[in-house]
Nanobody, 124 residues
Framework: QVHLVESGGGSVQAGGSLRLSCAASGVPSSFLMAWFRQAPGKEREGVGAFYLGSGETNYTDFVKGRFDLSVDGGRTTLYLDMNALKPEDTAMYYC??????????????????WGQGTQVTVAS
């Protein structure tokens, strides 16, 4: 059974940094893990994905160069390092997992497993 638990959210000033963690259990090595975010009144959108088998990553354009995905040595924790944060990054951030071949990395409906979310608030 796949289980995902996010942590690390909080409040930060614009330009600051945060590290989100997603502790994963039961995730097969063939899966990819991703971060999504959802702001009030907006659709859930993909932030980035990490392919556990290959180590490849994908990022959405609005975070390229600012956010970075990584995993621990045991590939049981997915990290999202967020730098140069902007007020528009304010959202609930969710960790998700799925088989790598299912759909596209940034389509929320393709994911079978989700964490409960962690709030990120960036003040201007």
């Amino acid at each position: 059974q796949v289980h995902l638990v996010e942590s690390g959210g909080g409040s930060v000033q614009a330009g600051g940094s945060l590290r989100l963690s997603c502790a994963a259990s039961g995730v097969p090595s063939s899966f990819l893990m991703a971060w999504f975010r959802q702001a009030p009144g907006k659709e859930r959108e993909g932030v980035g994905a990490f392919y556990l088998g290959s180590g490849e990553t994908n990022y959405t354009d609005f975070v390229k160069g600012r956010f970075d995905l990584s995993v621990d040595g045991g590939r049981t924790t997915l990290y999202l390092d967020m730098n140069a944060l902007k007020p528009e990054d304010t959202a609930m951030y969710y960790c998700a997992a799925k088989d790598w071949y299912r759909g596209t990395w940034d389509t929320a409906s393709d994911y079978s497993f989700w964490g409960q979310g962690t709030q990120v608030t960036v003040a201007s």
